[in-house]
């Protein structure tokens, strides 16, 4: 721990970062040859560990497939056990896909089974249901019905984004928390095919220890992070201000139940908006870094939204996505 005045100087830290624990970069939607995967439950394992992740989920359509032992010594993966359960959207019939991490037996439902019924069954085998690609199978909002048991859905999934376009489902996402419903994020890469969506889109997960359960426990608690590029380094309530820290970014937001938001961007020319806050902690003027890149941003606290989330945009394009934070109602 730090010099606790220096700490307090710096806010009170939020989510994920106001835990001690380790960091672990989590790849939570695979699939192998037990499904439509290219490569073997053992290949894909060792291919995950020389992308530097820390965890993979394995989660072959509507099966359990058994996690492969480790490859060498060097591999020290932790694998948690999942599956991806094949729905049917109730009004727009499309695919509704829901990940069940975690889960220690198949959890089994009927194809036309409610997500309430799916979320169950999920958690009845100890496990966390995730909507899958939201954006890119067309579900609509106002057919989800009731949500309870649901822990999230995946923002961002690498593959829809390599063969569609439709990865990012921020949008979705918002719709959702705007309606007060405390819905959490993931970041996947649906893996199919090695060089195509892979290593694309992950979850950095606040574990208290590294292990399987604190990793889930993390992720039910929201103590984790999307990405596919910028790291987020720290996010601080100040008395009527929130202070994001990341990796170099063009951009910073601070989004809330739209239209609420405030964008800072990087560079010397960025024009003053309602709301702007001008300064940031350091005293230099917010946006204005050398160089062109944002390592840090202010905000002001934004009022009327009952939640506020982070992206962080960096010079390629590519995101990362804080989990909401709930906000008491403020006068
Ligand atoms: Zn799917
Ligand atoms: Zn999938």
New binding site residues.
Partial sequence: MGDPTAEANRGLAVGPFAHDGVWLRCALHCHTTQSDGMLSPAMLRRYYSMGHFDVLAITDHDQLTPAPDAHSEDDDLLLLPGT?ISLRSPESGG?L?VLGLGVNAMPRVPERATLLETAAAVQAEGGLAFV??PWWTGLRSDELGDLAGVTGIEVYNAGCEVEQGRGDSAQYWDTLLSQGLPMLAIATD?HHYPGFDAFQGWTMVRAATRTPEAVLAALAAGHAYSSNGPDIHGIWIEADRIRVASSPAVAISLLGAPPRGVRVNAGPHGLKQPGDVPRGADGRRNGAYPGNLLTEATFPLLTGSPYLRVEVLDAHGRKAWSNPIWLPARG
């Fill in positions: 991806e695919p896909h899958a690609h649906d």
